[in-house]
């Protein structure tokens, strides 16, 4: 039997790599599972991994996609930790964007029932990355400042709602206006403008802490603008870099202000945490999910046969993810 995937057979711009193409449903060999999809995200490091510029590559031809979830709906010989129809993480080693894979039953990431579908398929890569952010890097302390650029980005979304929970205090980075009000709905304690020099006031924001830690995805001024607001010691994570320029660091504040600069990469961290430590903090990302208390906004859904659009509409600038449905 076929079944749809958007793959691409070269490294280079999602719009012009990637094709709908059948392929042969797979099935599942002894001790493994196929799942079928069901939602799927579209992230910024899909584009990392169809352009070639990713930590780690796929063979091509591949299909694209790194994030999505589906239900159990074949079980290989010997299968009986999971049963038909049971939802998990869609295996995403084998390509998300495709209506089928198959995975080893042992390695699934198990979604609890009571979390919403929608939210399932936004929570495997943006969430846990915002939780170990505040919860592995450096040792927070309720009532601590914690700085971001990409306020509204879905780790930005998860680190404010986390963040809240957690009862440390944010300072979150946009760049429009018609942002603050959604994100000090979901909790933002304090929203500012990119480029507006913000962080010569931030002692006022905070009134007088420190900021302990600052969380950059961006690069370019904003993270420079995140040096300056940071306390003496504070650290400065950075995951990602959407500016695509080299990091800047302003000398004065690596030796007046022992700040410190640090990386994070969630694929490696979870290689180290290992498939016990993984599904801990899956756990604690479901039971926000599942009370509410961590929501992401899907802003909209497209079938495979309109990737395209979804790509341009993920392009665009909006409040929440694009989803691909088979
Ligand atoms: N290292 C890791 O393990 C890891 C894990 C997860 C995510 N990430 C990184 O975290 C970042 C956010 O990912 P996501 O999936 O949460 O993002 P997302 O929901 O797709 O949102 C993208 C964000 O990037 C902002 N942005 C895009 N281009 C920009 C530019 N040139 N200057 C300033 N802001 C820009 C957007 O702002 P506008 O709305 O204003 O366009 C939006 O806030 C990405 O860099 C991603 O690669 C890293």
């Known amino acids: 039997m076929q079944q749809s995937a958007i793959r691409h057979h070269s490294f280079g711009d999602p719009l012009e790599v990637l094709k709908l193409e059948k392929i042969e449903q797979p099935e599942p060999k002894a001790g493994e599972v196929r799942v079928r999809l069901e939602a799927a995200s579209i992230n910024p490091s899909d584009y990392g991994m169809i352009g070639g510029s990713y930590g780690r590559l796929r063979e091509l031809p591949a299909v694209a996609g790194r994030e999505g979830v589906g239900t159990v709906d074949a079980l290989g010989e010997g299968v009986s930790s999971v049963s038909v129809g049971t939802r998990v993480r869609f295996p995403g080693e084998a390509g998300a964007w495709q209506v089928s894979a198959c995975a080893a039953a042992d390695e699934l990431i198990v979604v609890p029932p009571d979390v919403p579908v929608e939210q399932a398929a936004v929570s495997f890569i943006n969430p846990p990355t915002a939780y170990c952010l505040l919860k592995k890097i450096v040792d927070l302390q309720p009532g601590d400042w914690v700085l971001q650029n990409a306020g509204n980005s879905a ?113 490696s961290f979870a290689r180290r945490l290992g498939g016990g430590g993984v599904r801990e903090v899956m756990q604690a990302v479901y039971a926000m999910m599942a009370e509410g208390t961590l929501s992401l906004p899907v802003e909209s859904r497209y079938p495979f046969s309109e990737y395209e659009l979804a790509i341009k509409h993920a392009n665009q600038p909006r409040l929440g993810k694009v989803l691909l449905v088979p």
């Open 155 to 267: 780790v930005g979304l998860s680190v404010i709602q986390m963040a809240k929970a957690f009862g440390l205090k944010t300072i979150s980075q946009v760049r429009r206006e018609e942002l603050v009000a959604p994100l000090e709905a979901m909790g933002a304690d304090h929203v500012v403008m990119e480029g507006t020099g913000w962080a010569k006031g931030v002692g006022e924001i905070t009134r007088g802490a420190p900021v302990r830690l600052a969380l950059n995805s961006i690069g370019g001024e904003s993270a420079i603008d995140q040096i300056k607001a940071l306390g003496e010691g504070g650290t400065q994570v950075t995951f990602g870099g959407m500016v695509g320029d080299k990091v800047r660091f302003p000398t004065r504040f690596l030796i007046f202000n022992d700040v410190r600069m640090v990386g994070f990469w969630w694929d």
